[in-house]
């Protein structure tokens, strides 16, 4: 197994002074499946709303030691509601006090709080990291730690661009690390039953879908904003990183990066990376993509800091004649699936079916099953003990997040587009082609 061959400082000195003094090594795996040395040194890179919430799952398996957390605020709120404190070292903070729970002292400081996430990539002790920053950064941070020979967790969507999720594609298998998706819908069982009663047939054939992004949960500045001063403990450059250079203001960062195209795809690339995922899931589509997409009367707003669909409405196309139309609705995150013989809607608030007798059916044993994960960071340690491939792997996350993006340039270009999805291009359009990527400011081309 990849992560124990690795000879940490921790094991290093261990062994050191045993041998020193003439004490017979035991192996640490003779004590336990979860002694040290059978324990995955994690660190999270990324500690706000989400990220915060990704490291105390992390912490829930006694197999993982989360020796760091990284990222460039200090500490403050602002962040999705106001009364959060969130950054490294309120991470940190978390971190000691559960690890501190468990020993004799009642205290324990042995979780780092680092500002640049080379230092946490370049630690010989780490086997695996999650991404938990804004889009703009997931595909360099993603190439950075596979080069290193980290295991990832990366947020959705996979990366900013289409692009990006060809890169990050290139360095994941390249360097033979395991990375899953925090696509998170692919280790719920209740939307893979969803996708197994479609992928086996219980609607009939499968004619339309109906995917659900929320709505904007945030206001921002309107025209006229001015700048502020960059607040004490965040790094702001560090923040833009390939991203173009801006003015700072509040509401550029932390929470609000979704809302700004520089850092990410609004609620399209936030919600919709769910619900397209189911779409693709249940499509049997994960990979491939749509042939066809236009917009069907997506708002965007007229001036001011956020610049994103603010009504995210299109209509899209798959070879097999399957159609998918993306509207606003204010349950964030559904994906309904028709067919000839019925339905079913299956989301963030609840599952609906068409003859509702759908909802007890049973898969049997001889027909296609989706999976066995209902825990997905649970799944992403189990396979890289392993070396399995994990519920939402690389491919699959780069597939679903493109739906994303070329909806994006649809409904920005407003006209219909023809997608290749072997190919990875428009057809015949090399405006649209050329927003496929972004151009990335030195030193992180």
């Not at 007798?357 to 049997?364: E, F, M, P, Y």
Request: hydrophobic share 35%; aromatic share 10%.
């Amino acid at each position: 197994m990849k992560y124990r061959q690795r000879f940490s400082r921790r094991e290093f000195l261990t062994k050191s002074a045993a041998a020193f003094a003439g004490i017979t090594i035991v192996p640490a795996t003779m004590f336990g499946k979860n002694s040290p040395g059978n324990r995955i040194n994690v660190a999270m890179i990324g500690t706000g709303n989400q990220g915060t919430q990704d490291m105390k799952a992390f912490l829930q398996n006694d197999d993982v030691q989360l020796v760091a957390v990284c990222d460039v605020n200090r500490g403050s709120n602002g962040y999705k509601s106001e009364d959060q404190f969130l950054g490294r070292e309120p991470a940190q903070k978390i971190v000691n006090e559960f690890y501190a729970q468990s020993t004799r002292s009642g205290t324990w400081r042995g979780c780092d709080a680092l500002t640049d996430f080379r230092e946490v990539i370049a630690r010989p002790d780490i086997d695996a990291v999650a991404i938990v920053v804004p889009d703009h950064w997931h595909a360099t941070m993603t190439i950075m730690a596979a080069r290193a020979g980290k295991d990832i967790y990366c947020e959705k969507p996979l990366g900013l661009t289409v692009a990006d999720g060809q890169a990050m594609i290139a360095a994941v298998r390249r360097h033979g690390v395991v990375l899953q998706t925090g696509s998170h819908e692919r280790s719920n069982p209740r939307t893979r039953f969803a996708c197994e009663l479609v992928r086996n047939g219980r609607i009939g054939q499968l004619k339309k879908i109906t995917a659900v992004v929320g709505p904007w949960n945030k206001s921002g500045p309107e025209a006229g904003w001015q700048p502020m001063p960059v607040p004490d403990g965040f790094d702001y450059e560090t923040w833009l990183g390939p991203a173009p250079w801006a003015p700072y203001h509040k509401d550029r960062c932390l929470y609000n990066f979704r809302f700004n195209l520089d850092y990410s795809g609004g609620q399209v690339t936030n919600y919709g990376a769910h619900s397209f995922d189911m779409a693709q899931w249940g499509n049997d589509a994960d990979h491939t993509g749509p042939i066809e997409i236009e917009d069907a009367g997506s708002e965007w707003p007229a001036d001011g800091l956020f610049n994103v669909a603010k009504v995210v409405q299109f209509r899209a196309r798959y070879a097999n004649g399957v159609e998918l139309e993306c509207i606003t609705r204010k349950e964030n995150v559904s994906c309904r699936f028709e067919g000839t013989e019925g339905f079913i809607e299956t989301g963030y608030g609840g599952q609906f079916a068409e003859p509702k007798s759908l909802l007890t059916t049973v898969i049997g044993p001889e027909e296609i099953k989706l999976g066995t994960s209902t825990n997905h960071i649970r799944n992403f340690l189990d396979c890289i003990k392993s070396r399995a491939e994990p519920a939402a792997p690389v491919e699959v996350g780069h597939r679903s997040a493109t739906v994303c993006h070329i909806a994006n340039i649809a409904m920005q270009l407003k006209r219909k587009l023809r997608w290749d999805p072997d190919t990875e291009k428009f057809i015949g359009d090399d405006e649209a082609n050329r927003m496929l990527g972004r151009a990335r400011r030195e030193p992180w081309r």
